[in-house]
Structures are given as structure tokens and as C-alpha cells.
């Protein structure tokens, strides 16, 4: 126990002495040293590119082969709206990331109360319109003012009224759930579309409030990534088939 206390005095007494050689010292069965080291042989490692869709990723890996630092190269789909390129194992166990993919996306905040502006303007622009999307976009341009609360909520539908004239109103049965396309993978591969439920509120000020709900708990993802996958192996056919690339998700 003595020499181990002298041992700690020691590294420690040696830590404001720059000049003094790097010691390795046991304490309590594990080892220190007094020096900050760094090793020189090393295999240095380049920085990732960056892109915003897979047709930059695909463009690099056909153009660029002499940058490939071997033949066994790993396409990871890591994410809906990510892609990342690695080398395989060097004689470290590790691997050099050559190119991060990350799709750039409009981001539409689901499960998060919203204007009527701000959520109209969403559902236009960060989803591929379908028949559900333009009905939700008919209710909610149109529902009036201290309406929504006048009608049972049963936690599955609900009634709203909306305008359908300049004078004219009618009430409505709330559609859920909805079947909509958000943008959430990169835009060379088809969108995936699933389930939402779809309600309206009242904000403090008795206006109208919307969000929507994901209600497939999570499965998109899953089919997202599957179908960016098979996007790049159609598109790399040759370099899979000669074992250069594998394709994972």
C-alpha cells in the first residue's frame, strides 16, 4: 500500500515537469502515465464528405475510385434521411467514413398543436398531396371560429363546422385516421405513406388549433430505410455484384 501511495506521489509530483520522461506507473492494478502521448504510426484518416441526396453519394462512389482505399466498402443506411460510406476494418478495427448522406428535408411538427395558417402551410408544403391530404385541407382552411367545441369528442371523431359559402355553413365529421405522404426520406425514393390521427382544438383565444399524430408507432422508418436500400442497390448493381459494395440497412 506504501508503494502504491509513492507511486501516486510520484505521477503526480512529475505532471508539472515537462521535461521529465513519460513514466507509467500501476496504482491499485491499473495503469497511468505522467504524459499525454500520441502515436505516430497511426493511419491517418480523411474527413467525411458531406451531401444532401443519394445521387451526390452514388456520383462520388462511380467517379472517385482511386479514393476508395479498398474493395470491400460498406453503404449504411443508418437512418430515413441518412446514408453513411464506410471502408471496411483496417489493422486498428476501425473504419474510415468517406461520404455522410443526410437528405435535406421540410420539417413538419407532428404531435404539436399548430395555427390554422401555420398548419395549412405545412400540409402544402411537406406532404405529397393525396385525397386525405385535401380533405384535411379543406377542413381546416375552412372551420369556423368557436365551433369545434360545440360537438362530443369520443377520442376517435370529431365534428367541426365549416364554411361553405359566404353564408352557408355545414358540419363535418373530422376524418381519422387519415392515410398521408410526409417528405421524410430523400427525395429520389418514393415517400413512404401511413397513418395519422388527425385533431382539432382551441387555443386560449377560442381559435382554431390542428396537429396531427403519427399512429403506425414508428413502422415508416423501417420501410423508409428498406426502401432507400434498395434504391442504391438497383442503382450500383455492378460494384455490389463484384463484391466491392454492400448495401445494409
Known amino acids: ?33 505522467n504524459k499525454s502521448l500520441k502515436r505516430y504510426d497511426e493511419t491517418p484518416k480523411a474527413s467525411p464528405i458531406s451531401g ?41 478495427r476501425e473504419r474510415e ?42 377542413v381546416s382552411g375552412n372551420v369556423e371560429n368557436k365551433s369545434v367545441a360545440h360537438y362530443g369528442d369520443d377520442g376517435v371523431s370529431q365534428k367541426a363546422t365549416i364554411k361553405q359559402g359566404i353564408a352557408s355553413r355545414a358540419d363535418v365529421i373530422v376524418p381519422n385516421p387519415v392515410t398521408l405522404i410526409p417528405f421524410r426520406t430523400f427525395l429520389e425514393v418514393k415517400q413512404i405513406e401511413s397513418k395519422f390521427v388527425f385533431r382539432i382544438g382551441e387555443d386560449r383565444n377560442e381559435q382554431p388549433i390542428f396537429k396531427l399524430v403519427e399512429a403506425d408507432g414508428g413502422a415508416w422508418k423501417y420501410a423508409a430505410m428498406r426502401r432507400v436500400a434498395d434504391y442504391l442497390a438497383d442503382n450500383l448493381q455492378d460494384l455490389i455484384k463484384s463484391g466491392m459494395i454492400t448495401v445494409i440497412a
Open 1 to 33: 500500500m506504501e508503494s502504491n501511495l509513492r507511486d501516486a506521489i510520484d505521477y503526480l509530483v512529475n505532471l508539472g515537469d515537462e521535461n521529465a520522461e513519460p513514466k507509467v506507473v500501476e496504482i491499485d492494478g491499473k495503469l497511468y502515465c
Open 52 to 92: 444532401a441526396s443519394l445521387t451526390a453519394l452514388m456520383d462520388y462512389i462511380i467517379n472517385n475510385p482511386a479514393e476508395l482505399p479498398d474493395r470491400k466498402m460498406i453503404l449504411h443506411v443508418t437512418a430515413p434521411d441518412e446514408v453513411r460510406f464506410y471502408s471496411s476494418l483496417d489493422k486498428e
Open 97 to 138: 467514413t468517406l461520404f455522410v448522406a443526410k437528405a435535406k428535408l421540410p420539417r413538419f411538427e407532428f404531435d404539436h398543436y399548430m395555427s390554422q395558417e401555420e398548419f395549412i402551410i405545412g400540409m402544402q408544403s411537406c406532404f405529397v398531396q393525396n385525397q386525405d391530404s385535401e380533405l384535411i385541407l379543406k
